[in-house]
């Protein structure tokens, strides 16, 4: 048969089949193995991003410059993080702006504590005003 009815059958493009049979010949057959690429970008540790994540909505009002340098301060851990990484760690959880950030601030309401063991609601006796 034909070059072009088997490409026809197995849905692929005819240059691409000698593309291809270039590499099989000069490469060997591995070369059309797939290969198993890594990730060219490289992630933060997740206790960074928890660390810019906790301090950003702690400072809510803060840009990502100025998160960066805080971080990198040795009283907060001295995690260096560049402005633009800051950023996208916030974008990643979709607090990349001030506005994302206050909103989320505003809605939160902390939960009531549950009453402690024993508590009356009554001051104890002998501590209440002096009449």
């Not at 048969?1 to 089949?17: D, K, L, N, Q, W």
């Not at 990643?92 to 508590?119: S, V």
Request: charged fraction near 25%.
């Amino acid at each position: 048969g034909s070059v072009r009815a088997a490409c026809r059958v197995m849905g692929i493009h005819p240059s691409t089949f000698y593309r291809w049979w270039g590499l099989a010949l000069r490469f060997g057959p591995e070369m059309l193995r797939p290969r198993e690429y890594r990730a060219w970008r490289t992630r933060r540790r997740p206790s960074s991003s928890n660390g810019v994540v906790a301090f950003a909505l702690g400072h809510p009002g803060f840009g990502p410059a100025r998160i960066a340098a805080e971080l990198a301060r040795p009283k907060w851990g001295g995690i260096q993080l560049s402005t633009n990484g800051v950023w996208r760690v916030l974008r990643r959880h979709g607090l990349n702006t001030r506005a994302k950030r206050l909103a989320l601030i505003a809605d939160y309401a902390a939960p009531q504590e549950p009453p402690r063991p024993g508590a009356t609601g009554r001051a104890p006796p002998g501590r209440g005003r002096a009449r």
